[in-house]
C-alpha cells in the first residue's frame, strides 16, 4: 500500500479525495478497522498520528468506495459503541455524515473543545439510497421516516 492509497487500493479521503467532496454527504460504513481501543471507557490510541480507525465508504456522490481516517476520540467512541451493538446485524447499516464547520456558539465551543466530526447512526438496510432519492427528488420526503431526513441540508427539507 502507498502513502496516497488506503487498503485494497482504495482512494483515501484527504489525500485523494477532498474533505469537501464528502462534507454533507451520506456515507455508508462498509467496513470499520479500529486502530485504537476502547477499554474501561477510555480511549487509548497507539501513537498520536495515528487516526483511532479507518473506515471504507460508500456514497452516491463519489464515484469508487473509499477509506476515510476517523481522527476525532468521540467519533470513534460512537462507531466503536455502535459496530458493537449493531456491527454484525444484516438488516442494519451505519451511515455517517461530515459535518467539519460549526456556526455561533458552537463555533466558539468547537475552538476550545474541539467538537465531533460525524453525525453517526444506524438505520434500516437501503436507508442510503432512500436518502438520495428524496436529495434528488425521486421521492417526496413525506413518504419517509423522519430519521432518515433529519440531518439533511435544510433547504432539502422544504
Known amino acids: 500500500m502507498n502513502d496516497a492509497q488506503g487498503?485494497?487500493?482504495?482512494p483515501f479521503v484527504g489525500r485523494n479525495i477532498p474533505w469537501d467532496a464528502v462534507e454533507q454527504q451520506f456515507l455508508r460504513v462498509l467496513?470499520?478497522?479500529?486502530?485504537?481501543?476502547?477499554?474501561?471507557?477510555?480511549v487509548r490510541s497507539p501513537s498520536s498520528?495515528?487516526?483511532?480507525?479507518?473506515?471504507d465508504i460508500e456514497c452516491p456522490r463519489l464515484e469508487t468506495d473509499a477509506v476515510l481516517p476517523i481522527a476525532h476520540r468521540e467519533d470513534f467512541r460512537v462507531l466503536w459503541q455502535l459496530y458493537e451493538e449493531v456491527g454484525s446485524d444484516e438488516d442494519i447499516e451505519i451511515l455517517l455524515t461530515y459535518f467539519p464547520r460549526y456556526t455561533g456558539l458552537l463555533r466558539l465551543v468547537n475552538a476550545v473543545a474541539h467538537l465531533p466530526k460525524f453525525v453517526v447512526a444506524a438505520y434500516p438496510r437501503g436507508s442510503l439510497e432512500q436518502i438520495y432519492a428524496a436529495l434528488?427528488?425521486?421521492?417526496?420526503?413525506?413518504?419517509?421516516?423522519?430519521?432518515?431526513?433529519?440531518?439533511?441540508?435544510?433547504?432539502?427539507?422544504?
Open 7 to 10: 487498503p485494497d487500493d482504495k
Open 31 to 42: 467496513k470499520f478497522t479500529p486502530l485504537a481501543t476502547l477499554m474501561g471507557g477510555k
Open 49 to 55: 498520528s495515528t487516526p483511532y480507525a479507518l473506515v
Open 136 to 158: 434528488s427528488g425521486e421521492t417526496p420526503l413525506k413518504d419517509m421516516p423522519r430519521a432518515l431526513y433529519q440531518h439533511m441540508p435544510l433547504e432539502r427539507h422544504r
